[in-house]
């Protein structure tokens, strides 16, 4: 995983061959080979694009960034990281409804992009918590290693006062990130296990409460 933003959350890498591909059914092996290599510009076209957008954020250049990742979406209208990074650039602006919609389009062409359900929900965490927990349950369906997921799911619950699940899922995000445990409410928090937290886990607490950033 590559780390894009200082300070927020971790980012992953961009699978590849992240855009859509068409099968044809044409008998012309020449017309074949022509649709192929356009598929393939533009695959690499995109995945370019994608490169030069996550470069314009870590130099904060976010206008140009954001008009690097609209140009995607014109080559790909369904590229669910292209959505994915325009939903977290409106989210650390503060543009709750762009960042809304642009999960949304994210998780219409994957259902089980994690890190587009765990923005969701942290959007939603405070007006709408059943809501956040669904899709954060989802999240660590997806993927069950997600320590910041369970830690929200952990809270979340807390917050409702279903202190024995609460309980379950702050032990959950502890077991995979032993740094969370100073972020764990001290009466949901079970005894430390020895050894210091590595450096890694040590900058996680810190973004334990932040979006996840652009990812490529």
Request: charged letters at 25%.
């Amino acid at each position: 995983m590559r780390r894009i933003w200082t300070g927020v959350g971790a980012a992953l890498t961009l699978a590849a061959g992240a855009g859509l591909w068409a099968v044809t059914t044409d008998p012309d092996p020449a017309s074949q080979d022509a649709a192929f290599d356009h598929l393939n510009g533009s695959r690499l076209k995109t995945e370019a694009l994608l490169e030069s957008g996550l470069l314009q954020v870590r130099y904060q250049d976010i206008p140009h960034a954001k008009a690097t990742f609209e140009r995607v979406l014109e080559l790909d209208p369904k590229n669910k990281l292209a959505w994915y990074n325009l939903g977290v650039l409106a989210q650390n602006e503060g543009r709750r409804a762009d960042a809304h919609k642009a999960y949304d389009a994210a998780l219409k062409t994957d259902p089980s992009y994690t890190s587009a359900l765990f923005n969701k929900a942290l959007l939603l965490k405070t007006d709408d918590p059943d809501k956040a927990l669904a899709l954060l349950r989802r999240a660590v369906a997806a993927d069950p290693k997600a320590s910041t997921a369970h830690f929200h799911i952990g809270e979340t619950l807390a917050h409702k006062g279903r202190d024995e699940q609460a309980r379950d899922a702050y032990r959950r995000a502890v077991e995979l990130d032993t740094s969370l445990r100073s972020q764990v409410p001290e009466s949901y928090r079970e005894p430390a296990a020895a050894g210091p937290p590595s450096a890694e886990n040590a900058e996680s607490a810190e973004n334990a409460e932040n979006p996840e950033t652009p990812e490529r």
